[in-house]
């Protein structure tokens, strides 16, 4: 079994890479409906649609191109590479609606910055070409 480390990520919104990433986390989950009727002693749960959502977490980099591409409100071409974006490689691509941006710093650290986003439709993985 192949295992990576997590510098060999890569995020991209649109086509520009987005740059001085430190994380980035996806969830994928099947929203759920209670199918449970009366007389019945245990709860009964199916799926109805599924649904994605996540963040990236980088240092700010006000003339990075691919951090200007990231505006709350706006939807945005997100592609996630967990194992680097040479071919042959797999990676998570989609439409994703940002949802939030957050920007931090403390005395003694480097200005972060951070968006959130959930997914707007499907969520494929592809090959790099």
């Known amino acids: 079994m192949a295992t990576h480390k997590g510098k060999e990520g890569a995020v991209k919104v649109g086509a520009n890479v987005v740059g001085e990433v430190t994380s980035f986390e996806i969830s994928i989950k099947a929203n759920e409906v209670d199918t449970s009727t009366l007389g019945s002693d245990w709860t009964g749960t199916d799926s109805t649609q599924n649904s994605w959502s996540g963040s990236v ?44 941006v957050t920007k931090s710093q403390s005395y003694d650290g480097m200005v972060k910055t951070s968006f959130t986003f959930t997914g707007d439709g499907v969520l494929t993985t592809s090959t790099v070409a």
Do not use: H, R
């Not at 591409?69 to 071919?87: A, I, M, N, Q, R």
């Open 57 to 100: 977490d980088m240092f700010y980099d006000p003339d990075d191109t691919g951090q200007g591409g990231v505006v709350v409100g706006t939807k945005v071409t997100l592609e996630l590479y967990y194992e680097g974006d040479s071919t042959g490689l797999d990676y998570d691509t989609g439409s994703a609606l940002v949802t939030g």
